[in-house]
């Protein structure tokens, strides 16, 4: 049971999305508050569709310091904000919203959670690496901005879906510098590459709970014994995946470093304080 006291000096955070009732955030960030001492509070917001506007006017309204933004509005509360930070430009959604004097700025603090997990995790560099990520869809756009934006220098996006996989590649091409290519899932091109790499990412749903019992790849025996392996899915705790290369003497991580690394960074936009994704990892495993 959290003890915080509520008073007129409290300031307001919280978390939009539909539904909410699953939501870990308000645990986790007011442990956090209440760990550095902080007079915040955060609470759930269910807004359905039709009042989202009304709920982002709200914000300014009731001086909000800032929100948090979970599915399916991502992306639909962006026409609302008056700005975009240059990671939420690139990923084309956004999952923070801080209040600055009435003027709403959306941020993307999923990839940014990604990097700081793999990076404290592994000890991690990801200036120069070569990356492997497996899925083209709304995790996998926003982690392989936020790598980009860390200098890695080769990076394949894989995918079952051509099309899919292809767009993805074609945007980031237009922003980034770096060797970006793609394939199909389980085709030659595809293995030859993992030969090659430092970081395999597994940012699709294969071996998510209650389909434990699946790997993301046929052949992941191909995987280096010295390649980082992380695997976005924290439920379970240890996937397929994960508990072959961890046999097999990989480094593995799971996804609930990612989560509780983008909450830091959100934590930090609304508060200006920084916490360890470590210890947001402690809260939310005690909640």
Do not use: W
């Not at 509005?73 to 990923?91: G, H, Q, R």
């Not at 970006?180 to 071996?207: C, H, Q, R, W």
């Amino acid at each position: 049971m959290l003890l915080l006291s509520i008073n007129g000096k409290t300031k307001l955070t919280g978390l939009i999305g539909y539904p909410i009732e699953h939501t870990k955030s308000p645990h986790m960030h007011n442990k956090a508050y209440e760990f550095l001492g902080l007079n915040y509070s955060y609470v759930p917001l269910g807004v359905t569709s039709e009042n989202l506007r009304s709920a982002i006017d709200g914000i300014k309204a009731l001086g909000f310091s800032g929100v948090n933004v979970t599915i399916p509005y991502k992306e639909t509360v962006i026409p609302f904000l008056d700005e975009l930070s240059k990671e939420a430009s690139l990923i084309g959604a956004v999952n923070t919203i801080k209040n600055e004097n009435g003027k709403l700025i959306g941020y993307n603090t999923d990839g940014q959670g990604f990097v700081s997990d793999v990076e404290e995790h592994f000890s991690f560099d990801f200036k120069g690496k070569v990356v492997f990520l497996l899925g083209a869809g709304g995790a996998a756009r926003s982690i392989a901005v936020s790598m980009l934006m860390k200098g890695i220098q080769s990076l394949m996006i894989v995918d079952a879906e051509d099309a899919k996989a292809s767009a993805l590649v074609r945007h980031l091409k237009k922003h980034f510098m770096a060797k970006i290519s793609y394939s199909l899932v389980e085709s030659k091109e595809m293995y030859n590459f993992l030969k090659t790499i430092d970081l395999f990412v597994n940012a699709t749903p294969i071996g998510m709970h209650p389909h434990t019992d699946v790997v993301p790849l046929k052949k992941v025996e191909d995987i280096g014994k010295n390649v980082k392996i992380y695997d976005i899915i924290y439920n379970p705790a240890k996937t397929k995946l994960v508990e072959i290369m961890e046999k097999r003497g990989n480094q593995c991580a799971n996804g609930l470093g990612m989560l509780a690394g983008q909450g830091a960074v959100a934590f930090k936009v609304f508060t200006g304080k920084s916490i360890q994704t470590g210890k947001m990892i402690e809260f939310l495993s005690n909640e």
